[in-house]
């Protein structure tokens, strides 16, 4: 079992980011609880649906597809981050998601691995990007990387046609 949410979303209307109470749990295993920013890693989260991931917690904001799925709330990039190494098993129908660990300018050191089924996965990091949209589309949200909203938007309307053409 896979659980993502993303409760308590905000703007912080200072920093410009989404912040949110973040609650990851796989096979009955909390893996993240806490407030984190979830706008920054969120196009990152999305493309772990189509393609395997590398995170690079120091990545220039354009490289988002190597930015941390979540990062520390107060708005500092040198603040905690949690990233993930993602791999795809089309052949089990599971990503492989592993907690790395990362240093300036040294590689990441891989730390718990886990499984996680891919329908169930798409599902819950679709709705995630759905609350996530509902927000933005309310406030005058302006992030360091200007096309945020709409680069989530399209990877959401790509999970969504690929979710149909599945059956899932």
Do not use: H
Request: one cysteine or more; aromatic letters at 8%; proline letters at 5%.
């Amino acid at each position: 079992m896979f659980r993502l949410q993303f409760s308590g979303m905000k703007l912080d209307k200072d920093l410009q980011i989404i912040q949110a109470d973040v609650l990851v749990e796989i096979e009955g295993e909390t893996v993240v609880e806490e407030a984190m920013c979830v706008d920054v890693g969120l196009p990152a989260l999305l493309i772990s649906c189509f393609e395997s991931t590398e995170p690079n917690r120091w990545a220039p904001i354009d490289e988002w597809r190597s930015i941390p799925f979540f990062v520390c709330g107060c708005g500092d990039p040198e603040c905690r981050a949690i990233g993930f190494r993602t791999r795809l098993l089309p052949e089990e129908n599971e990503i492989e998601w592993v907690m790395v660990e990362q240093a300036e300018e040294r590689a990441y050191r891989e730390q718990e691995s886990y499984r996680i089924a891919i329908p169930e996965y798409k599902a819950q990091v679709l709705n995630a990007a759905d609350s996530f949209l509902t927000l933005v589309e309310k406030e005058n949200y302006r992030p360091l990387m200007k096309e945020t909203a709409a680069v989530v938007q399209g990877l959401v309307e790509r999970l969504r046609l690929d979710l149909d053409r599945n059956g899932e």
